[in-house]
Structures are given as structure tokens and as C-alpha cells.
């Protein structure tokens, strides 16, 4: 496709300067008007309707939590993010690439390649020696890393205003010390006042976290927990196993894991600790008596889920009509990737551009291939024609596989399972290699390999570390400023 250019003459606006406190981390404001041509984010417009979330068709503008918090920012689209004042799906990304004139405020996007750009911090030299991660989010200051599903508790924050390299901006918290079998988890996300993990379920934790952002982060007072059985009616094992959350702007939505069926659903207005606050859908039902998902993306519209690669074998993508009731399977649709590319299934989660979905690649019985899908949201979503597959390994042969997914606002960084990051630019071509660059994440610190994910804080990209502690993050882009997106959040474990 030809790169898409539109003027600005409008002003864009996101709720919630006032999360950030000393200083705004993030630009969320671009008034004025430009006769200048300028990039947008890949597709359509900037702004549109609200976005309506939740069953019943009940609109979401950003809706801040349980207790009718006191922000809603807008959401990167990679790990985590913040519920924005919605926007139909292709709405522009962020104030990408905006002239001087007539007020606007300059964007400038960094060189993924550039060594200098890029820093780490072993979290394994905290005092609680904290490593091994899968899932991350992101409250408009703090970055969240969850520990991973095989019995970690020492979930990480990080003060993003202050100095990355500083073991003094980082604080540890036990899960354990609110439940013994609090271990392991599996996505995060935050839906403007708590931060959530969900539970990995192998050894026996059932426990969804929530975590009060306006508390103190060190006290258990701060966190409650609910037992996710209490609603499946399943015992605590890899059938309570969630691999991600996804976040409509008003309900939150835990994705089960390789021999999970139910989706659980928790209304973000409603008691936490009350079972009735929850719901359940047998995902088996719309998909042919297949489950296993690994990450959610929401549209503004409608949530998917997208299938991991635990059984090697083709499973569909699955999508619900968040204005439609739940519990209806009518409200559910699915789409077999495979149908478009042979090779194309069993994703470790997505993101999302404010128009397009992207898969982040998998495995499969034979191996990695590398397969990113594109999906075009204003399109017909069980259509081939709408979506492309594009081998990002035929380009770079090392970049073979990823996990999860983050956006700047312009570029979609893919997170490597090895050391190969891949960046997309979404104003160019999709199928076109120079479309892409890619970064050897080793070149910054020999162990950096395996990752879990990748989180977006309007400047920076941080990428998750899956096997040890060595947590990379990029300079992305100056002045700081999260994309325009719908209201969405969510782990791309």
C-alpha cells in the first residue's frame, strides 16, 4: 500500500495529565492547525466515535477503574496501557511526525539500531533477586513486571521519571506474602487505578492480583486477591492457567491457557472480591472445541483473542463483539489464519496500530517460521483478503520468532524469543523488507535472549526478560507521547 498522509487541521485530546504527577511523562495534548502534510499512524484518521465496551452496548470514555479513578491515559499498544476516551478502530496513532507550525509539537523517532540508544538493568540485582518475567503494564509512571508461571513471586516496579540504572528506581513485592500458592502469573494490565496479574496456574495458584496504584506498594494492604475458581468451578491447575488479559475500558477479560476453556470476565465497576462481578464463557464453543490462547487485543470495538502454539497445530483467532451480551455465542466469530498462510498460527500474543492487528510470530511442530499476520480492522474480519501474512525471517533469518508486541505511535517493535528484535514502520509497506529493521539485542549485553514481551511508556520501549533478569530498554522517540489508541490494555505474554 501506498503510506497514507493526511493533514492536521483538528485537536486531539487524552484525559488524564494529572496521573503523572511531578512533570508529564507523556505529551497527551496536539491543538492547533498545519497546512503541512503529515504522517499518521498507517490508515485511517485521527479521532472518531467513542468506543462502546461491554455487553449491552454501555459506552466506555476512558472509565477509571472500580472506584471511578481519576485518569485515563492513553494506551501503548504493546504490553499493558491505560484506558483512553476511546476512538473507533483505525484511529490515528499519536502526534507521529507533527510539523512546528501552527503550535504542534515536533516527534522525533530514534534508530532501532543505535547501541547508544539502548541501556539495561539486571533486576537480579535487586536484593530479592527478582528474574524471569511474563507479562508487564504500565499505570502512566510505574512499569509492572509479573514473575513468570513456574513458581516466581517477586513482581518488580519500576519508577519510569527516574534514573533506569538506579537499583533505588526499583522496588520488589512478594506475592507470596498475600497467598502461599500466589506464584507465577501470566499477563498483567491496568484499567486506570489497580494494576491486575493473572494467575499461570501450574502449581496451583488461582489467585487474580489487584494492586491499588493510589497505596503503598510495599504493603499487603495495598493488594487484594481472588480465586479464580470460585467462578470456573475448576481446581487450581492448568485449567485455571491465564495467559493475558484484555481490557475493553470497562471490563477486564483473563485468557485461558493451554487446557483452560472459560474466559473469565471481571466488570472493573463492580466489587472485586465479589463473585458476582464475574462472569465465564466456554471459548470451546465458538471455536470448534479448541482453546489455548497467549494475548488479547482490543480495537476499541471488539476483543481478540489470539491462539498460542501449545498443541502445534492450527487454532483460530477468536473475536467478541464487546456491545454484544457475553455470554452469547452469537457474540463470538473465528478466523483461521492458516487458511491464508499454511505456516501462519500459534502466536505469542499482538498489537495493535489504532487500524491493524499484528501477530507476533510462534512455533509450530516443525519449528519457527517467522510469520507475521496482518489483520485490517475496517475490513470483513473472516475474509482472506484481510489479511496479509508477511515472513519477517526471510529478511533477517534469525528473526524467527517473537513474543508479545508494543507501538510508539508509528513503529510496532516485536520482541524476539532469541535476540533479534524486529521493528515494523507502519507508514510503509508491509510486505516490503525495507519496511523492516531489526536490532541483535546480544550486542548490548551478551546475555540478552529470550524475552517475554515489551512494554511502551510514551519515550521508552522496555523488553522483557524471560530467563534472567537483564530487562533492555530503547530510547524510541522525543518528547515523550502515547499513541491515540482506543481504550485498551492487556498482556502480550
Request: charged letters at 15%.
Amino acid at each position: 500500500m501506498a503510506i497514507e498522509r493526511q493533514s492536521v487541521r483538528h485537536c486531539r485530546h487524552a484525559l488524564g495529565a494529572m496521573m503523572f504527577g511531578l512533570g508529564a511523562l507523556v505529551l497527551l495534548d496536539n491543538c492547533g492547525s498545519s497546512s503541512d502534510e503529515q504522517e499518521a499512524s498507517a490508515g485511517a484518521p485521527a479521532g472518531g466515535a467513542p468506543s462502546e465496551a461491554g455487553s449491552n452496548g454501555s459506552a466506555t470514555t476512558g472509565d477509571a477503574g472500580a472506584d471511578g479513578g481519576d485518569s485515563a491515559l492513553g494506551s501503548s499498544a504493546g504490553e499493558g496501557g491505560v484506558a483512553t476516551a476511546g476512538g473507533t478502530a483505525g484511529a490515528a496513532g499519536d502526534m507521529s511526525d507533527t510539523s512546528e507550525t501552527g503550535g504542534t509539537t515536533s516527534v522525533g523517532y530514534h534508530s532501532v539500531t543505535s547501541s547508544a540508544l539502548w541501556s539495561v538493568f539486571d533486576t537480579a540485582s535487586l536484593p530479592a533477586s527478582a528474574e524471569k518475567f511474563s507479562g508487564s503494564t504500565f499505570d502512566g509512571r510505574y512499569a509492572y513486571f509479573l514473575p513468570e508461571s513456574f513458581g516466581k513471586h517477586q513482581l518488580v516496579r519500576l519508577d519510569t521519571l527516574a534514573d533506569f540504572t538506579a537499583p533505588s528506581s526499583w522496588a520488589t513485592f512478594d506475592t507470596t506474602s498475600l497467598a502461599p500458592v500466589a506464584s507465577g502469573f501470566g499477563g498483567a494490565a491496568f484499567d486506570g487505578r489497580y494494576v491486575y496479574a493473572a494467575p499461570a496456574g501450574p502449581l496451583g495458584n488461582s489467585q487474580v492480583l489487584r494492586y491499588d496504584t493510589k497505596q503503598d506498594f510495599a504493603s499487603g494492604a495495598s493488594w487484594s486477591t481472588f480465586d479464580a475458581t470460585t467462578v470456573t468451578g475448576q481446581s487450581a491447575s492448568d485449567s485455571t492457567a491465564y495467559e493475558g488479559i484484555g481490557f475493553d475500558g470497562r471490563f477486564l477479560y483473563f485468557l485461558p491457557g493451554f487446557d483452560g476453556n472459560f474466559v473469565l470476565r471481571y466488570d472493573t465497576h463492580a466489587d472485586f472480591g465479589a463473585k458476582e462481578s464475574w462472569s465465564k464463557f466456554d471459548v470451546t464453543l465458538a471455536a470448534s472445541g479448541r482453546t489455548g490462547f497467549q494475548g488479547a487485543v482490543f480495537d476499541g470495538n471488539y476483543l481478540y483473542l489470539l491462539p498460542n502454539s501449545a498443541t502445534y497445530e492450527s487454532r483460530p483467532i477468536l473475536r467478541y463483539d464487546s456491545r454484544l451480551a457475553f455470554a452469547d455465542v452469537a457474540s463470538w466469530s473465528s478466523f483461521e489464519t492458516a487458511l491464508v498462510s499454511s505456516q501462519a498460527y500459534g502466536f505469542v500474543g499482538g498489537g495493535f496500530d489504532g487500524r491493524y492487528l499484528y501477530t507476533s510470530p510462534g512455533e509450530d511442530a516443525v519449528g519457527y517460521y517467522g510469520i507475521v499476520m496482518r489483520y485490517d480492522t475496517s475490513a470483513t474480519f473472516t475474509d482472506n483478503k484481510s489479511w496479509s501474512p508477511f515472513k519477517v525471517s526471510s529478511v533477517f533469518p534469525t528473526a524467527t520468532s517473537a513474543a508479545g508486541a508494543a507501538f510508539d505511535g508509528r513503529y510496532l517493535y516485536l520482541p524476539p524469543k532469541e535476540s533479534t528484535l524486529v521493528r515494523y514502520d507502519t507508514l510503509a509497506e508491509f510486505g516490503t523488507g525495507s519496511s523492516w529493521s531489526a536490532f541483535d539485542l546480544s550486542t548490548v549485553n551478551a546475555k540478552a535472549r529470550s524475552f517475554s514481551g515489551a512494554l511502551f511508556d510514551g519515550r521508552h520501549v522496555y523488553v522483557i526478560p524471560e530467563i534472567n533478569g537483564l530487562v533492555l530498554r530503547f530510547d524510541a522517540k522525543s518528547p515523550s507521547a502515547l499513541p491515540m489508541l482506543p481504550a485498551f490494555s492487556g498482556s502480550f505474554f
